[in-house]
């Protein structure tokens, strides 16, 4: 960093990395809005944008129940070449920390009062060696985006730059990405207005490592969609067994079928994407009666490499038409031996196999009963949207509602399972799937651990896939004729209350990477950050990415 001072920005992003972190902005909640006014009040502060104010602002988030914005600085130099720098500041809600709540913000207090805390030996060790800060959102991602901050404020500094540097800072990276998702349109707007070209988007999440020594780089992202599987079966009274089918019978078979299964990864390389969890799982039941329950839900997540979403739909498709069978099949066999107590003759039960995506029930649906049925869906999710913000229902569950009012409109009353998609969608996206790709971008990771070798003997390996999800699946869209036909059919609240720029994605088509600091622990209560990486690595490594791109 010669034309830096490295002391001088080591001090700056120490301050305000802790004054960041003390800025409570928990996902999903108006704290998140507190962020945006620090850095906001951060960037008016910088002698560049005090002279060129029309090079920052406020990018407020369309349809947003809480106004939330995207906050963007720009350092417009010569040329169109740019590099986008983005970060979020919303971080996980702090109740884990229990009777430290209060310290959570303030790493130097919560060091002190974690020592009286029941910690794992690691912790302990970390903890005492000063070499880290805890604290909520030290690591995820307040690090990350203070080195940007200080690293654009350093930068605007020179005379003749050579190139654009663009620093976004999104809100609810956390939950439904809504401040990535909607960034794509500010992407656009910027691109126009200042005749850029955008020649790579730099995420700053942390990275974890199995050898202290060795750093990592991603350049790319897991993807993730989440199934919502609805079976509704044949209600009947407890003494009536065999005169119905029990949902939850039904659905625990289709659980038993995917859960943790690695038929469902994801193979790149050594690169293998984690089996699938379910979420949520439960019977529809309000109330205890002498009968089976009517219906059952369930929904999980799915982590891509590779597959789409007209991949996991014939995949599901599969599963549950089996699953289907095997639970018939056991029926009819409890039901001979049932018989048989009885000396009875033995009979079939009437039960078939019965699958649909949600996309073909809503079909029929509009197809047996037209406006009529339109009219009742909108009216349902415009009263689901009141509730979900009340947080009397969550998205997902609530996308149970939508399937049983779009069944109340066609005219298959048999028992059935029903495959949709919930809310948040992520595209997989990586830097192999691009084509024509330029040798900088291309030989990026490789240049990066040259510099690491020469600076501190300390090697960065490049990995594909970052599994943490991350906002940079919305900066590109690989397989679009998988994706886009598949996706908001099969999601009940697809354009009414949530969408992704697919067209916008595919537009921007920007090459990724990940270069951040050393992290442990997120989402947890000893969530720490790497002091070196924080202070000095991961800057200096980020300047050499910057001006290697744009030199």
């Known amino acids: 960093m010669s034309l830096f ?25 108006e704290l998140e809005k507190d962020a945006e006014k620090y850095l906001l009040d951060w ?9 060129n104010p029309e090079n920052f602002g406020a990018y407020l988030l369309e349809e947003d129940p809480l106004k939330r914005s995207v906050v963007w600085g720009l350092l417009k130099g010569k040329g169109k070449k740019t590099v986008i ?28 009062k974690m020592k009286s805390v029941d910690i794992t030996e690691e912790v302990k060790q970390d903890l005492e060696s000063g070499k880290w800060y805890f604290g909520r959102g030290t690591s995820d991602m307040k690090a990350g985006a203070a080195i940007q901050l200080v690293l654009l404020k350093e930068y605007s500094k020179m005379e003749d730059f050579n190139g654009n540097l663009l620093v976004l800072s999104v809100p609810d990276e956390e939950f439904l990405s809504h401040g990535m998702r909607g960034s794509t349109g500010l992407l656009q707007e910027l691109k126009d207005k200042f005749d850029l070209e955008y020649t790579i988007c730099i995420d700053s999440e942390p990275h974890q490592r199995e050898d202290e020594n060795i750093g990592v780089l991603y350049e790319g992202s897991v993807g993730k969609i989440m199934p919502v599987i609805y079976v509704r079966g044949k209600k009947t009274h407890l003494g009536d067994i065999f005169q119905g089918l029990n949902p939850v019978a039904l659905l625990s078979e289709i659980v038993a079928r995917t ?19 379910w979420s949520f799982c439960r019977d529809n039941k309000e109330c205890y009666d002498a009968s089976i329950p009517e219906s059952a839900g369930g929904y999980f997540s ?25 639970v018939i099949e056991r ?11 009885g000396n009875k003759s033995e009979e079939r039960l009437p039960w078939v196999a019965n699958v649909k995506t949600f996309s073909a029930v809503y079909e029929e649906a509009v197809k047996t009963s037209g406006d009529k049925f339109i009219k009742d869906f909108d009216a349902t999710v415009d009263k689901l949207k009141e509730e979900i913000v009340e947080g009397k229902i969550n998205i997902p569950e609530s996308t149970f509602v939508l399937i049983e009012k779009t069944l109340e409109y066609t005219h298959d009353k048999k028992p059935i399972v029903i495959i949709a998609f919930s809310p948040p969608f992520y595209p997989h996206v990586s830097n192999i799937d691009f084509k024509g790709l330029p040798e900088t971008i291309l030989n990026l990771s490789e240049e990066i651990n040259r510099f690491t070798n020469e600076n501190w003997n300390e090697r960065y390996v490049k990995v594909n896939y970052f599994m943490g999800i991350s906002d940079l699946s919305y900066v590109a869209l690989n397989d679009s004729d998988e994706v886009i036909p598949y996706v908001g059919p099969n999601m009940p609240h697809w354009e009414r209350m949530y969408s992704v720029p697919f067209e916008k994605m595919k537009e921007l088509s920007i090459p990724i990477i990940n270069i951040g600091p050393w992290g442990k622990d997120l989402h947890k209560f000893t969530e720490r950050v790497y002091k070196t990486d924080l202070l000095e690595r991961t800057p200096k490594i980020l300047k050499h990415t910057i001006d290697y791109l744009l030199k």
């Open 43 to 51: 960037l008016k502060e910088v002698e560049y944008f005090k002279n």
């Open 302 to 326: 799915i982590l891509t490499l590779t597959r789409t979403p007209k991949d996991i739909l014939e995949q599901m498709e599969k599963v549950c038409n089996d699953a289907f069978d095997t």
């Open 331 to 341: 029926m009819n066999k409890n039901y001979a031996e049932f018989r048989k107590k």
């Open 5 to 29: 001072d490295e002391k001088v920005i080591s001090k700056e992003i120490e301050k305000t990395f802790k004054d960041f972190v003390a800025v409570k902005s928990n996902t999903g909640t």
């Open 85 to 112: 720098l983005i970060n979020h500041h919303d971080v996980v809600d702090s109740f884990d920390y229990g009777t430290l709540q209060e310290y959570a913000y303030d790493p130097d207090a919560l060091a002190e």
């Open 259 to 277: 859960d943790a299964n690695p038929y469902f990864s994801d193979v790149v390389g050594d690169e293998v994407s984690p089996p699938p969890s």
